[in-house]
């Protein structure tokens, strides 16, 4: 089995994500919020292992944009869930997926090369 690498292909640090795999001869697979928007029930297994603060992007342009009472509803898994589906480049990038059913958000060499 392979890790799991979700997120938006044309994000930088999706891409370094990528390299670093490669790099290392390691295989991925890839799964791509723009063509498989995420279920529910992947979404609560990152919030739930990862926390709603981690799993929920607060410093990209598509949170800024947002009206306040959406950004409210980004503050309980219940609400936040849904908005996280219809604007799914709020979710932190990458979240790996590990063999073992450990997770990561964001780029962490380190832990990338100790999972590998």
């Known amino acids: ?15 370094k994500t990528f390299t670093l795999y490669d790099n290392l001869g390691k295989e991925y697979e890839f799964i791509d ?11 609560e297994s990152f919030i739930e292992v990862l926390g709603l603060d981690t799993v929920v992007n607060r410093k990209g342009t598509t949170f800024r944009k947002l009206e306040d009472d959406t950004k409210a509803k980004l503050e309980r898994k219940e609400t936040a869930i ?3 589906q219809e604007k799914s480049s709020m979710i932190k990038r990458p979240i790996l ?17 100790e999972k590998a």
Do not use: H, W
């Open 82 to 84: 849904p908005v996280l």
């Open 97 to 113: 997926v590990f063999d073992d059913g450990s997770m990561q958000a964001g780029f962490d060499e380190e832990l990338i090369r």
């Open 33 to 43: 919020y723009k063509k498989q928007q995420p279920d529910t029930k992947l979404l």
């Open 1 to 15: 089995m392979s890790v799991k690498i979700y997120g938006i292909k044309n994000c930088n640090t999706m891409k």
